[in-house]
């Protein structure tokens, strides 16, 4: 029999709580919602382009009617809940429609503040919550001409903004002499008023209203120091209020909110809250972010799947203020503790200000150009020590050279064919549709959907702009800790700890430690648990193929049309007439269409059927070559020059030492691809400035260069240090190697893994910390032990052939 789960407030936080539910149990309950307005449930946070005309209702709609009856959900609509019955488990409506209820969710939301000022109960004076205040303001906007916005914040900026757009002659009147002083410092206020006057806003700030004038209607306000304006309308932004008074008249506990738990239980275990009435660890949220994080660990305990918990948001706010790009998060004040780095260009309408404490950011504030405020927040989230990139921190990830960065206001001109996303093919396009038409609110949702920003990441502050673009309003960041996915809560640092520290030493082993909501994972969690005890305990641990990749279980990388690439491994770029007409033979042997030298210097073999894989592999094994490892997160290659040997400018023997490095760490998998290179002299032909790991020759030895990265987001090395021998070179390589696959985010690569972390902790790690560096080579080779057998080899025997035997229909 099915419990009943009532929801008393249809808005936002209440039905994604519902959503959330529905995916994980959707017969567990029946479930009836009260909505206290006559509408299914709507974006809230985009009533503003409603009032501008620029979206209608239906625009907006997040779940209308026929949804709660494809669900099997009772709505009562326009029926707003005055009592919970603790005792009986009942609620009771304004008209006497009764519930009874087995759990209880209270969704109440919040309340405009009002001034308590005279006149405030005058016809005209509103504010600005719900979709019945924008139906009053626009039948305001046909009969007057005179509005009054009290309230410089965003909401009372959007409301402005909208009746500007209805024709209205609009004075904002805020009691700061800074606007958004929430989001905002002084300059960058500063610059945002400058801004909206140009468009013909007006402004009265600091003013303090005394007095709504008028008589039936207003007619103007009066301020305390004696100036009257004139007003037809009086629009109430100055906040909003948790909306509690139902729960507080239950006798449920309540404080600035109504007070719950980490699983958003009220003092009554029968009864959850979500969403803006709700106070969890003495704070208050109103952001969407938070809302949803609330709903899905709500709806986590409502499921009685008991692994979530609610631990706080720590958000950032990415707005779009009619029009002009705002980003803030942290504390941007700062005080005596603290330094501020600041980017002012005032005619170009850009502000940065970045606010450091202990060489960490604590607070950051960014007008006009808000394109790299994801990567700040990150930096703040993570307490990243910005030491080493000081230098070039104001100027954002652009010092990466990546591609994915700009200006935003050229996102918002992006036409939709206009690719986003390199590693998987989104265009912007695709992004905004997916956002509209599935209702996403979260970079999560927008990962899961489209797939953007999924893979490298380098495109993720394109996409969180295009979503804050669409989404308009408050839309905010994710919370510090990001579950691996939603089969746990715990993280990708957690998971990495839990395996080192309690030796779980097999994924049934992690999935019970940590409580996993499924019994064998998803495609998110399984590849990286695989890894993490693949990593951690390589003698102890077999490889799990089902939980890999497509191109790492076939060990070949798949082409657009099915067919596979094989690139054989040419050590150190280095090879022979007879290696050469070898793969010659092998390519007609076996009719391959396309033989093509690659970037990293060896031979790809193009148009290749999965089923005669083991056949090329195995004539290629036969002539001594093994596998190059270009489909894997794994060694791909070791590029060098000729170096020495041969070149008139070489310092070192860097074909050699390039060779000895390949057959030393080659087979070894990593959190992500890895790629080495040796050049044999400063003029770096080899490219080894934007590899993994880099080696320059110099006259006296070697310079090491670690983090770079060619491809979609281009990042120079940062210098390691400087040694004097191969040995050395060799030991520092396996050091830095092993710290990453230790201690890096599965596919997280080099360069975004030593921005989070700091070159200083990776130069304290290998560099300054011998004992530590010489047990990280020793790590290393032990589980080179298990992994330098070749793939290839193993599959032309006869292993693993269910994957390359294809499947046959009988007919009849």
């Given at each position: 029999m099915q419990e009943r789960l009532v929801v008393i407030g249809n808005g936002m936080a209440g039905m994604r709580t519902v959503e959330e539910l529905l995916k994980l149990e959707p017969e567990k309950y029946e479930i009836t919602v009260f909505g206290s307005e006559p509408y299914g449930n709507y974006n809230r946070i985009m009533l503003s382009p409603v009032l501008a005309s620029e979206k209608t209702i239906d625009d907006i709609m997040l779940n209308d009617e026929q949804w709660y009856v494809d669900n099997g959900i009772k709505l009562y609509k326009g029926k707003n809940v005055t009592e919970i019955d603790r005792v009986a488990r009942k609620v009771r409506a304004e008209d006497g429609t009764e519930a009874d209820y087995?759990?209880?969710i209270i969704a109440t939301g919040s309340n405009p503040f009002m001034l308590p000022v005279p006149g405030a109960d005058l016809e005209g004076v509103i504010g600005f919550r719900d979709i019945y205040d924008v139906d009053r303001m626009?039948?305001?906007?046909?009969?007057?001409?005179?509005?009054?916005?009290?309230?410089?914040?965003?909401?009372?900026?959007?409301?402005?903004?909208?009746?500007?757009?209805?024709?209205?002659?609009?004075?904002?009147?805020h009691l700061m002499d800074t606007l958004m002083e929430r989001q905002l410092d002084a300059p960058a206020g500063k610059l945002l008023k400058k801004s909206l006057e140009e468009r013909g806003?007006?402004?009265?700030?600091?003013?303090?209203?005394?007095?709504?004038?008028?008589?039936?209607?207003?007619?103007g306000l009066k301020f305390t120091d004696g100036t009257v304006i004139d007003a037809d309308l009086v629009v109430m932004a100055v906040g909003i209020r948790p909306n509690f008074s139902l729960a507080e008249s239950a006798g449920l506990h309540c404080e600035r909110g109504l007070v719950v738990n980490d699983t958003?239980?009220?003092?009554?275990?029968r009864i959850y809250a979500v969403g803006e009435c709700v106070q969890h660890r003495g704070m208050t949220y109103g952001l969407v972010a938070p809302l949803f994080e609330m709903a899905k660990v709500c709806a986590n305990h409502l499921a009685e799947h008991g692994i979530a918990r609610y631990e706080g948001s720590v958000t950032s706010t990415m707005l779009k203020v009619t029009g002009i790009d705002l980003f803030s998060a942290g504390d941007f004040h700062g005080d005596e503790s603290t330094e501020d780095m600041v980017f002012q260009d005032a005619a170009s309408g850009v502000y940065k200000k970045l606010v450091i404490k202990d060489n960490k950011i604590i607070g950051a504030v960014l007008y006009g150009d808000t394109i790299d405020g994801t990567w700040y927040f990150q930096l703040l989230r993570d307490g990243t020590d910005i030491s080493d990139i000081r230098e070039n921190l104001l100027f954002g990830q652009a010092h990466l050279g990546d591609s994915g960065h700009g200006d935003d206001n050229r996102v918002a001109a992006m036409p939709d064919s206009a690719e986003i996303c390199g590693c998987n093919g989104v265009c912007k396009g695709d992004i905004v549709n997916a956002i509209v038409e599935k209702k996403l609110f979260t970079l999560d949702d927008v990962r899961a959907h489209t797939k953007a920003s999924s893979s490298c990441g380098s495109c993720t502050g394109l996409v969180e702009t295009i979503l804050a673009e669409t989404v308009g309003g408050d839309y905010s960041q994710a919370p510090k800790k990001k579950p691996v996915c939603g089969c746990t809560e715990h993280s990708h640092d957690e998971l990495i700890a839990a395996i080192k520290e309690q030796g779980l030493k097999s994924k049934q082993a992690v999935y019970e430690a940590l409580n996993w909501q499924t019994d064998d994972g998803c495609h998110v969690c399984r590849p990286a648990v695989?890894?993490?005890?693949?990593a951690n305990w390589p003698a102890e641990y077999k490889d799990d193929a089902a939980s890999r990749f497509i191109n790492e279980r076939v060990h070949a990388n798949i082409q657009k049309d099915g067919t596979y690439s094989v690139v054989p491994r040419i050590w150190g770029g280095v090879t022979s007439p007879t290696e050469l007409m070898k793969i010659a033979e092998v390519a007609e042997k076996h009719e391959i269409p396309t033989v093509k030298f690659t970037g990293g210097s060896r031979i790809d073999l193009l148009g290749v059927p999965k089923e005669k894989l083991p056949a090329v592999w195995g004539d290629l094994s036969e002539a001594g070559f093994v596998s190059g490892g270009a489909y894997g997160k794994s060694l791909r290659t070791v590029k060098t020059c000729v170096g020495s040997e041969w070149c008139r400018f070489g310092t070192q023997a860097s074909m050699s030492m390039g060779i000895k490095l390949e057959k030393y760490t080659w087979g070894s998998w990593m959190p992500h691809k890895f790629k080495l290179a040796v050049s044999g002299c400063p003029r770096n032909c080899a490219e080894a400035t934007i590899k993994d790991f880099g080696v320059v020759c110099v006259d006296s030895g070697y310079?090491?260069?670690?983090?770079?990265?060619?491809?979609?987001k281009v990042r120079a090395t940062d210098f390691l240090c400087k040694v004097d021998t191969e040995e050395e070179v060799i030991e520092y390589c396996a050091a830095f190697t092993q710290l990453y696959r230790e201690e890096a985010r599965y596919l997280e690569r080099t360069a975004p893994w030593i921005e989070r972390v700091g070159l200083t902790y990776v130069k304290e790690k290998v560099v300054e910390d011998a004992e530590n560096r010489?047990?990280?080579?020793?790590?290393?080779?032990?589980?080179?032990?298990?992994?330098?057998?070749?793939?290839?080899?193993?599959?032309?025997e006869g292993a693993e052939s269910h994957e390359f035997t294809p499947l046959t229909v009988n007919a009849g």
């Open positions: 087995d759990r209880l626009l039948d305001a906007a046909k009969q007057y001409k005179h509005a009054v916005v009290i309230g410089g914040g965003l909401l009372g900026l959007e409301a402005a903004n909208g009746l500007m757009k209805q024709g209205m002659d609009v004075t904002v009147v806003m007006k402004f009265m700030m600091p003013a303090q209203t005394e007095q709504i004038i008028g008589e039936d209607r207003v007619t958003l239980q009220t003092f009554d275990p695989n890894y993490y005890l693949l310079e090491l260069h670690v983090g770079g990265n060619g491809g979609i010489k047990a990280l080579q020793q790590r290393f080779e032990e589980s080179q032990k298990y992994v330098q057998i070749d793939p290839w080899k193993e599959r032309a």
